[in-house]
């Protein structure tokens, strides 16, 4: 049980670039988002979805898009990257219906330059 | 919109000293707030509370909730180095995604 996995740790982009931020969990958790943290911002949401083939937008969601094709797998696509999605990204899960806290992975830290 | 407000924003304390951590906030359809501690990674689940009034606890880590006055506060008895970390506070509002909306968090620092 390897809990919510992100790939890659750590990125540097260009200006422009585009990749693809990994994420994976094997709890069968039915929700799944995504977060960005910035110094004394907090934690944002990005994206989020209930349940596989549904997502939605959360606070932030501008120059990110996200599927949900399997409950196990939300990837987070940057389209074209900037220098302010500079940031440590978070992917989190939860079983659902509000009755447990979100679990995190480890984040994967973004430059973009 | 949402708001959450947590403080101070930073705490030093020694280490034995008990601290009273703070989160206020206004959240549309309130359904139950939670408590993470971070430490250089990701937040780590310590509470979720859903009624007022009613203590939970974790060792020396206590967490109360009053949905009157619409705060919590997250409590730390006989601290220890390894409680330093920042405390961040998520109440939980309604739809259909269950949002958490994330105050800015509390930096404790606990000196030996």
């Known amino acids: 049980n390897a809990g919510v996995t992100q790939t890659p740790k750590f990125q540097v982009l260009k200006t422009g670039q585009s990749m693809t931020l990994q994420c994976a969990q094997d709890?069968?958790?039915?929700?799944m988002s995504w977060y960005r943290q910035d110094p004394g911002m907090g934690l944002r949401l990005i994206h989020y979805?209930?349940?596989?083939?549904?997502?939605d937008q959360g606070e932030v969601p501008n120059g990110y898009n996200v599927s949900r094709s399997t409950t196990e797998d939300f990837p987070l696509r940057l389209l074209s990257a900037a220098p302010s999605q500079t940031s440590v990204y978070f992917c989190a899960s939860r079983l659902g219906h509000g009755i447990d806290g979100y679990t995190f992975g480890s984040g994967t830290r973004l430059t973009v330059v | 919109e949402d708001k959450v407000v947590q403080s101070p924003l930073s705490l030093v304390v020694h280490e034995g000293d008990t601290v009273t951590l703070n989160c206020s906030y206004e959240v549309t359809n309130f359904r139950s707030l939670l408590w993470y501690k971070q430490e250089k990674k990701a937040p780590t689940f310590l509470f979720m509370l859903t009624s007022s009034g009613i203590e939970k606890k974790s060792g020396r880590l206590s967490s109360i909730l009053d949905k009157k006055e619409l705060f919590s506060i997250l409590n730390i008895t006989a601290t220890q180095t390894g409680d330093s970390a920042v405390y961040l506070c998520a109440p939980q509002g309604g739809g259909s995604n269950y949002k958490l909306t994330f105050g800015k968090g509390t930096l404790l620092t606990v000196n030996p």
């Open positions: 979805s209930v349940g596989a083939g549904i997502t």
């Open positions: 709890m069968n958790h039915e929700y």
